[in-house]
């Protein structure tokens, strides 16, 4: 049979670029700079050494990939993913894969013990661990130090892999397993380590999370409890593979990609009210909104004065409180700032002052914003992306997603200064 009638969708596909032990990669017709990734029903273990056919495995590993990339390109990590196509294929932007896996680690287990005699198992890493190996099945994949990937000077698609990019891709790798670890910390599951592989972009040069995130990728303990475990570990540490131990490591990986099913669900909705003084300050509000709406969290904005009308500033305070959900105030007043003290001083929910400021009185107006009277503790910031930031902090408590989105925001910075410093250094 042809690779072009064993594919269950419409994309037209091209040469085979590459074929692995899991998977292949085809070019797509009339789509340059993209290609088609397809799972097999095939199941390693140790380079290779162990393999078996696994029925449906293909379709739960390419469900459980779809899933997990579709949420990180959602909040803002760059990946080669575009959409899944059939229960085994996905399209992805072509990439030029950088031979080394960046593996993360919070508990120490498998093969850190035994590179690391004395590490009992169970410790705990915090910050994460980091390691890097290079991709060498004959060699069994050995691990490289910063210094030796940093000394070999990797061209890839055109880019040289240098510091800069070992130190921004290394950040990336820890921002993405932080991620994961606390969406699957809301499941009850322990993420114990977990590998990821990384491209540059054959179009634009970019980096980006490339390969697949299945269960092949990670160790899962469900309540933390390594007897539990629902992920590849359990096929490599069988003795003997028998047709019954296959279908158990299927059953447990059909398991992980239902749980995944949670990252296409917000569970807790939440809402940040922005309160107006006048309507003259509009803009400054919008802006607020606008970045909280960045941050994925639903936003309301609302007119009322504490000065000039407080009982139908309270009576808006108490429609939002029987709401029964997490609210931010965001109070937006100026000169004189009643607005957020009275919201202070009368709901149990957070208040931000965000006062609109010009350049007359900005320096006697933000007192009132500052010195508030005993027994309150409204917080005081003068730009709108700071409010929205703050209120994103409160909210991203109990929302995974807008947590994962204030991550990714914090690595963006991150990188627009390392890019910074590296253009700096180049001018000199």
Request: hydrophobic share 40%.
């Amino acid at each position: 049979m042809s690779s072009q009638a064993q594919l269950s969708s419409d994309v037209k596909i091209g040469k085979l670029i590459i074929e692995g032990k899991t998977k292949i990669v085809y070019e797509i017709i009339d789509s340059p700079g993209h290609v088609l990734v397809k799972s097999k029903d095939r199941i390693t273990a140790g380079d290779g050494v162990r393999a078996h056919d696994l029925e449906g495995k293909a379709a739960i590993a390419n469900l459980t990939n779809a899933r997990i990339f579709k949420y990180l390109s959602d909040i803002g990590v760059n990946t080669h993913f575009i959409k899944q196509v059939s229960d085994t294929e996905f399209i992805a932007k072509e990439c030029a894969m950088i031979p080394i896996e960046w593996v993360s680690r919070r508990i120490a287990t498998g093969s850190f013990l035994k590179r690391n005699p004395g590490v009992p198992e169970g410790y705990r890493f915090a910050p994460i661990k980091q390691e890097t190996f290079y991709k060498d099945d004959i060699n069994h994949d050995p691990q490289w130090t910063v210094e030796q990937l940093t000394s070999a000077k990797l061209e890839i698609g055109g880019v040289v892999i240098e510091s800069d990019e070992i130190e921004y891709i290394t950040h990336v790798s820890k921002c993405v397993f932080e991620i994961l670890e606390r969406f699957w910390a809301h499941q009850d599951c322990v993420l114990v380590d977990m590998k990821i592989e990384f491209g540059v972009d054959v179009k634009t040069k970019e980096f980006l999370l490339a390969d697949v995130i299945d269960s092949d990728s990670w160790r899962l303990w469900p309540h933390g409890d390594k007897r539990l475990m629902k992920d590849k570990q359990v096929y490599r540490d069988l003795k003997e593979v028998t047709s019954e131990d296959l279908q158990k490591v299927k059953s447990n990986f059909a398991w992980i990609a239902e749980k995944l099913n949670a990252m296409l669900y917000r569970k807790n909705p939440s809402l940040v009210v922005i309160l107006m003084g006048s309507p003259v300050d509009k803009s400054h509000c919008d802006k607020i909104g606008d970045a909280c709406k960045s941050f994925g969290m639903a936003c309301e904005i609302r007119i009322t004065s504490a000065h000039k009308s407080t009982a139908e500033t309270l009576k808006i305070v108490a429609h939002y409180e029987a709401l029964g959900i997490p609210i931010v105030f965001i109070a937006v007043a100026g000169r004189s700032n009643g607005l957020g003290p009275v919201l202070s001083g009368n709901t149990q929910f957070p208040v931000i002052n965000c006062p609109p400021t010009d350049n007359s009185w900005d320096a006697h107006d933000i007192w009132s914003s500052l010195r508030l009277p005993s027994g309150l503790g409204c917080s005081t910031v003068l730009f709108p992306e700071a409010a929205a930031i703050a209120a994103a902090s409160i909210i991203g408590l109990n929302d995974q997603f807008v947590w994962a989105k204030l991550k990714v925001k914090q690595l963006e910075n991150l990188a627009k200064l390392i890019r910074a410093d590296q253009s700096e250094r180049n001018l000199n």
